[in-house]
């Protein structure tokens, strides 16, 4: 088996190693362990389920400096990230009750009710990014609907996924109910094209997500549940306070490193008031702390997951430059061995193509333009369409921005990455495939059957039958 290797983004330590993972084997056991782990009564899954709840909250502090180690992040914001672990549990809970609740239907004659089961064995493909809440948004759903879960975490980030599955396992939910597959992309493609699976559910990259699309173009009787990215836009439209306009800017598109699905890549601006908010916007950019997870003072954001990633970002902003954008705020490297990058703002005005894809980053486009049916053209402007946000204007303008905008998530002076998880959270065209998750993992995690149900049997002579030439003691298909 190949060996995997984790290292820690702002120091360059070795963090973690370990060997890739037996698909077929893993398969196997969560296999084994489905018809159990489904006949068990809700209220029992759900009892485990909320141990784990209180088995993540302890783990707190070992769980938040694991995570900021892996992914570079800053300590505080990991806390955030196992908090929303820990409040997952109780809001999965609540969704599945509400979104595949029993209930009776009516119909004629015998009892009509309406149920909900598992599908089966669910793989789960996890991100770097937030490698916990993201893949635990999809885990901790379907255990609920009474699947066993295939775990493969991103190879950037397997000892999150390794402590991740363990406290599930600590909290008493049965060893092969939730299995960890660990491993490259190699193991990816693996699970996700194993016969012995019944679904999967994957949050990451467009490019990945569109590949999915078309493996599983020909299995209909699998379900599959993409969440992707997004080529957000940020609108600023007559704001009255241009200082907390930009701050809503500066955490759409630099918190956590640019690297949320959610993050704003475009900002939109009406010309005459465009150098008011693009001179606060660097301002404030220029004085983000950009520095290790543990940090004293802490800082706003740490380095982005690789030096790979950092190399990518840094090539995309002087490709940006060399088709004529404009450097408002040059994005750096501080130490070339580390995946350190300082914030980029760009303005790509007068480029006459940009390119549409996801900067996963740090790094922020400016447009400007004359008139809000310009500005909601450009934040239309794109195959994307999971977040998109409006500062400024009045109840008015944010009804036409609201019905007019291709987005999953459609704020109002608030962030692009504001989304709560009470409510479903997805996008569409490239960002995801019409199965939104949070409060709406409910949806894809278990089915609905419907149920005729008599006492005793219900049968009745058909029309067309004659009485003298029906015999029920006969076999067959009368």
């Given at each position: 088996m190949s060996q995997l290797l984790s290292i820690e983004p702002a120091t360059g330590d070795r963090l973690w190693e370990g060997t890739a993972s037996d698909v077929d084997a893993e398969v196997g056991r969560a296999r084994g362990a489905w018809p159990k782990w489904a006949a068990m009564a809700l209220t029992d899954r759900m009892e485990l389920i909320r141990r784990f709840s209180n088995v993540a909250?302890?783990?707190?502090?070992?769980?938040?400096?694991?995570?900021?180690?892996?992914?570079?992040?800053?300590?505080?914001?990991?806390?955030?990230?196992?908090?929303?672990?820990?409040?997952?549990?109780?809001?999965?809970?609540?969704?599945?009750?509400?979104?595949?609740s029993q209930r009776r239907v009516e119909g004629s004659g015998a009892r009509n009710a309406l149920r909900h089961k598992p599908h089966g064995v669910l793989a789960v493909l996890g991100p770097y990014n937030f490698p916990a809440h993201l893949p635990n948004g999809h885990i901790v759903p379907a255990l609920i609907a009474g699947n066993t879960v295939l775990f493969k975490p991103s190879e950037k980030t397997p000892a999150v996924g390794e402590k991740l599955v363990e406290l599930y396992h600590r909290a008493g939910i049965p060893q092969d109910v939730v299995r960890l597959v660990q491993g490259g992309p190699d193991v990816g493609k693996a699970l996700s094209s194993h016969d012995g699976i019944d679904g999967l559910l994957f949050t990451g990259s467009a490019r990945t997500g569109i590949a999915l699309n078309r493996q599983f173009a020909t299995r209909p009787d699998k379900i599959l549940a993409l969440e992707m990215g997004g080529n957000n836009p940020i609108i600023v439209w007559d704001a009255?306070?241009?200082?907390?306009?930009?701050?809503?800017?500066?955490?759409?598109?630099?918190?956590?490193?640019?690297?949320?699905?959610?993050?704003?890549?475009?900002?939109?601006?009406?010309?005459?008031?465009?150098?008011?908010?693009?001179?606060?916007?660097?301002?404030?950019?220029?004085?983000?702390?950009?520095?290790?997870?543990?940090?004293?003072?802490?800082?706003?954001?740490?380095?982005?997951?690789?030096?790979?990633?950092?190399?990518?970002?840094?090539?995309?902003?002087?490709?940006?430059m060399s088709h004529g954008g404009r450097p408002i705020k040059h994005m750096r490297r501080p130490d070339g061995n580390l995946p350190f990058v300082t914030p980029g703002i760009i303005d790509v005005t007068e480029m006459t193509e940009r390119p549409d894809i996801e900067l996963f980053g740090p790094l922020l486009q400016i447009i400007r333009v004359d008139d809000f049916d310009e500005a909601m053209a450009e934040a239309n402007n794109t195959r994307f369409g999971l977040s998109a946000s409006l500062v400024g204007g009045d109840n008015k303008l944010f009804d036409r921005f609201w019905?007019?905008?291709?987005?999953?998530?459609?704020?109002?002076?608030?962030?692009?990455?504001?989304?709560?998880?009470?409510?479903?959270?997805?996008?569409?065209?490239?960002?995801?495939?019409?199965?939104?998750?949070?409060?709406?993992?409910?949806?894809?995690?278990?089915?609905?059957?419907?149920?005729?149900?008599?006492?005793?049997?219900?049968?009745?002579?058909?029309?067309?039958?004659?009485?003298?030439?029906?015999?029920?003691?006969?076999k067959g298909d009368a």
């Open positions: 909250r302890d783990a707190e502090d070992e769980l938040a400096d694991l995570i900021a180690r892996e992914t570079g992040k800053p300590v505080w914001e990991a806390r955030t990230e196992v908090a929303a672990i820990v409040g997952k549990v109780d809001i999965s809970i609540k969704a599945y009750a509400e979104r595949t009255d306070d241009i200082h907390s306009a930009a701050v809503l800017v500066i955490q759409s598109a630099f918190l956590t490193a640019g690297q949320r699905c959610t993050a704003a890549r475009r900002l939109i601006l009406k010309k005459d008031q465009a150098d008011l908010v693009i001179a606060e916007v660097k301002r404030i950019a220029d004085r983000l702390v950009i520095d290790r997870p543990h940090a004293d003072p802490a800082p706003f954001m740490g380095p982005v997951i690789d030096n790979q990633s950092a190399d990518g970002l840094t090539e995309s902003f002087l490709a940006l019905a007019n905008s291709r987005a999953g998530i459609v704020n109002w002076n608030g962030t692009t990455n504001g989304a709560t998880s009470h409510a479903p959270f997805g996008g569409i065209g490239l960002s995801g495939n019409h199965r939104p998750s949070a409060y709406y993992a409910a949806d894809y995690c278990a089915f609905p059957v419907v149920s005729a149900e008599n006492d005793k049997p219900n049968a009745r002579i058909g029309i067309g039958i004659k009485q003298d030439e029906f015999h029920p003691e006969e």
